[in-house]
């Protein structure tokens, strides 16, 4: 046993000096795709950082267009704290709040030169609340949850008082293109007099609960602790709603709804996971849309997650866009709701494959490609060998578009969702929240891992660990704030449990856990 350890003390330190040689926080030395991924979506984020004047500086997804999103610039912010040098989208949110009318309306989309709306009158997925929470959960800095908890309560009020239906109290966006998922087949595209065609749409309603669910956590914080209670009613009483109308027993599958006659449109989308994550789907219901996620001919694709059941007859295995291709923004919203229900083996499996098939894509794709004779002559490697917009859910290929030609490449944005963030909670395992001063750690790969500089309470946490097998962990914690760490081995027969204070704490898996210390 003392040359194991020897062993492994030796290969800790080789760990520290990789960490301290990589360009990006997070590594995992077993999987050096999975590490290059993750390489080129920092440089990406990072290229694709501007400073524009009059706005604050901010990540765009498509450098020149001269528009910022609200749903893209959702998700470039969850990216905070996770990446070297903040390169992240919460720039983006601030730019936004700016943009916020006295009566709480956001648009969809801004154009930088006029400074208004590109589309006047049109939303996008209302994530701020969600996104503000992640942030202020993971790193414990609480700086920016004032002024975004003023922003996000006016923009759930205003939504409700513009985006629901007088006859049942659901929600609706104008049409597919504002809720993001463009040319969907859930109600007509581009419906007329921006109404919906007729339609409640399931993600709005489960994102408006997820919202008030995220406003009622963030309400002690600003000195409101009595407007907990009433956001938490809000979500319950919408939460009854969608349960009641849009889930079909037969399918095991929440639907969107037609508004004069309550029936269920018989499309199954992607959009119905956001029951997960929002809390709104019972244990029962979790499970059976977790089961969805396996069914071969529903959502079970080669790569999931298709935005489209395969069972529809609009399914295009090459993605066609919203016709099945996998976003990598409803692939993040997907695992994390699975962890947040209990199947986290399931979403570490559909972050493996996903993060599998960018690999292939990012390595392998210019001589599968050119073995179908696609023309590159106005592409480099570069641009070729990167991140793409979506991908095909059958194939190791960036998905097509609604026109049948390639999305858009280096795409980060929302592609780095994946090779940043899934590859940090489900890959390397770590539940990061500062607010309740603890790191939980379920390892799942072998080798040499970790992730230094995390941002932590105001100051920072670095972890590694040696993992020569399932059962075994070395772990070495390096911080100057405490916490409490706990480290779950691989096939589930070890935990440790320690209280770390400030300072260089190591420990391997068959010392005894501190489940009866004093707590912090």
């Avoid at 006859?167 to 966006?173: M, Q, T």
């Avoid at 793409?388 to 578009?401: H, K, L, M, S, T």
């Avoid at 097998?469 to 070395?474: A, G, L, N, P, Y």
């Amino acid at each position: 046993m003392n040359k194991k350890l020897t062993t492994v003390m030796m290969a800790l330190a080789a760990s520290a000096l990789c960490a301290a040689e990589l360009n990006t926080r997070a590594y995992l030395e077993s999987r050096p795709d999975w590490q290059r991924l993750n390489d080129k979506a920092v440089s990406l984020a990072k290229k694709n950082m501007e400073k524009l004047d009059g706005w604050k500086t901010q990540m765009t997804c498509m450098p020149g267009v001269g528009i910022i999103w609200q749903w893209d610039s959702c998700y470039m912010a969850l990216y905070g704290g996770y990446t070297p040098g903040n390169y992240n989208g919460l720039g983006n949110l601030d730019n936004l709040y700016q943009m916020q009318g006295e009566d709480g309306y956001i648009s969809m989309a801004y154009t930088y030169e006029t400074r208004k709306p590109t589309w006047a009158g049109r939303i996008n997925p209302p994530l701020y609340a969600w996104c503000e929470w992640l942030y202020a959960e993971r790193t414990g800095d609480l700086t920016r949850l004032p002024k975004a908890y003023e922003a996000c309560s006016k923009y759930y009020r205003w939504l409700k008082a513009n985006r629901t239906r007088e006859k049942n109290g659901l929600y609706y966006f104008e049409d597919t293109g504002s809720s993001g998922m463009d040319n969907s087949p859930r109600s007509g595209y581009f419906a007329e007099h921006q109404k919906g065609s007729d339609v409640c749409f399931v993600d709005l309603c489960c994102q408006q609960v997820l919202a008030a669910r995220c406003l009622a956590k963030m309400a002690p914080y600003v000195g409101k602790p009595e407007e907990a209670k009433t956001w938490n009613h809000e979500a319950d009483h919408l939460a009854e709603k969608i349960n009641d109308l849009m889930w079909c027993e037969k399918t095991g599958f929440y639907h969107d709804l037609y508004i004069n006659t309550n029936n269920k449109l018989a499309v199954k989308t992607a959009a119905a996971f956001w029951a997960l994550v929002s809390g709104v789907a019972t244990p029962d219901r979790a499970a059976k849309l977790a089961a969805h996620l396996t069914n071969e001919n529903t959502f079970g694709s080669k790569y999931p997650v298709p935005s489209l059941s395969k069972d529809d007859p609009n399914y295009d295995p090459y993605g066609g866009y919203w016709l099945g291709g996998v976003w990598p923004p409803i692939v993040y919203m997907t695992c994390r709701g699975l962890r947040e229900n209990g199947y986290g083996d399931l979403s570490r499996d559909i972050a493996r494959k996903h993060l599998d098939q960018m690999c292939d894509v990012l390595f392998n794709y210019r001589t599968k490609a050119k073995s179908k004779k696609f023309s590159f002559s106005s592409s480099t490697d570069e641009e070729i060998g990167t991140i793409w917009e979506c991908y095909a859910p059958e194939f190791a290929e960036p998905a097509r578009d609604k026109l049948g030609k390639q999305v858009r490449k280096n795409f980060v944005g929302w592609g780095g969702l994946g090779p940043i963030i899934l590859f940090i909670e489900d890959i390397i395992g770590l539940d990061i929240n500062a607010l309740e001063n603890r790191i939980d750690w379920r390892i799942s790969e072998t080798g040499n891992q970790g992730m230094k500089d995390i941002p932590f309470n105001g100051g920072k946490v670095s972890l590694s660990a040696f993992v020569p097998d399932k059962r075994f962990f070395s772990v070495t914690v390096e911080t100057d704030r405490p916490l409490r760490l706990r480290v779950f081995s691989a096939d589930g027969t070890h935990r440790v449990v320690k209280y770390i204070k400030p300072g260089v704490t190591k420990f391997h898996s068959r010392e005894p856990s501190a489940e009866h210390d004093a707590p912090l």
